[in-house]
């Protein structure tokens, strides 16, 4: 029996705005805008930072930004942490943060439930500069299907609460809750552990292996929801969603090492992870990147896009150059990518 054969046990009639009996999640302009939310984040660091437990609980803090009056207006916020590599690596760790709905009506936050922000993991130009190739690679995303998590960028000023003192400022970004991907593409999330890929929907299993291969990412696996989670369609489809791409080749962290067993030397060095389909369907996705070229190329030059350095979006972009060339040579695209195709893992 596959891992998520039983998943429509699971699947409840979904009601939009309305998951596992949480609250509507945050209304589509707070992520459909582009330009960066700042705002000062005052929270304990040192507690969060010796939060590294798997169950550890949310701790009090207080987001506050100026209004279009120069007003400064305070929301009280919990945070908790997550994240286990950067819990442990990093000099401040990756948060969600929960919004009081009383407190939101008429901010930037109105109707933001809660929310994931990715932030620096060293106080360094190019830590933050990682940050923002990640949050482009969500964008990319975001361009070729809806069932993916929605993301915008922050400026973030950190203010160490018990002193007072600011750490730093820099930008982060926030992705909405797994939760909240499912509302709105009225899916539910499930609870299986994995999955195969004769349990996925063909054409989002190709669609995600090759977006991953795309950006150079090789840190994912769907049979242990390895940086992936699992939506469950009205219609019986089975899709997976990734998230967490600061391992992929396109950002080049310094950090970032392959795997030893998948024989490559560096992370900017494609190697193609994704479960096998007819064909067919990668036809189907070859041609939907074809179509969203111009889009994907664009994100470098909008007002997000020149937050990193020239030299940064010019290799990004001779990166997705060669994958483009790779998908566009019946070959290369048969020997690097469908040829390598995974049956079972």
Not at 80 to 104: N, Q, V, Y
Not at 188 to 209: E, I, R, S, Y
Not at 218 to 232: E, I, K, P, R, Y
């Amino acid at each position: 029996m596959h891992r998520v054969a039983a998943w429509i046990i699971a699947l409840t009639v979904l009601i939009p705005g309305s998951v596992r009996g949480q609250t509507a999640p945050a209304r589509p302009g707070f992520f459909e805008r582009v330009e960066p939310v700042r705002f000062t984040l005052a929270v304990d660091i040192r507690q969060l930072r010796a939060d590294t437990a798997d169950e550890v609980p949310s701790r009090e803090g207080q987001l506050s930004f100026k209004d279009s009056t120069g007003r400064t207006i305070t929301i009280p916020v919990k945070v908790k942490t997550h994240g286990r590599w950067r819990l442990t690596h990093c000099e401040f760790p990756p948060l969600s943060i929960s919004f009081p709905a009383d407190h939101t009506p008429g901010t930037p936050f109105e109707g933001l439930r809660k929310a994931r922000m990715t932030s620096f993991c060293k106080d360094h130009p190019a830590y933050e500069q990682y940050i923002l190739q990640e949050l482009q690679l969500y964008r990319i995303y975001q361009l070729l299907t809806p069932y993916s998590h929605v993301s915008r960028a922050l400026h973030v000023t950190y203010v160490d609460a018990p002193s007072g003192r600011t750490r730093t400022a820099r930008y982060a970004f926030f992705i909405d809750e797994r939760d909240d991907v499912a509302t709105r593409q009225s899916s539910a999330l499930l609870k299986a552990k994995g999955a195969t890929g004769t349990d996925l929907d063909p054409f989002h299993k190709v669609l995600m292996g090759v977006f991953e291969y795309m950006i150079g990412n090789t840190d994912f696996l769907v049979s242990d929801l390895h940086n992936a989670f699992l939506l469950g369609t009205a219609q019986g489809e089975t899709i997976p969603v990734p998230y967490d791409f600061d391992y992929a080749g396109a950002v080049n962290t310094v950090y970032a090492t392959p795997n030893p067993v998948l024989g490559i030397k560096s992370v900017r060095q494609r190697h193609f992870r994704g479960f096998c389909a007819d064909p067919a369907e990668f036809n189907k996705v070859f041609t939907l990147l074809n179509e969203k070229k111009r889009a994907i190329y664009a994100l470098y030059d909008d007002q997000i896009g020149k937050l990193l350095r020239l030299d940064v979006a010019t290799d990004t972009k001779k990166y997705l150059d060669e994958f483009y060339r790779i998908i566009n040579n019946r070959e290369l695209a048969q020997a690097e990518i469908i040829g390598r195709c995974l049956r079972r893992e």
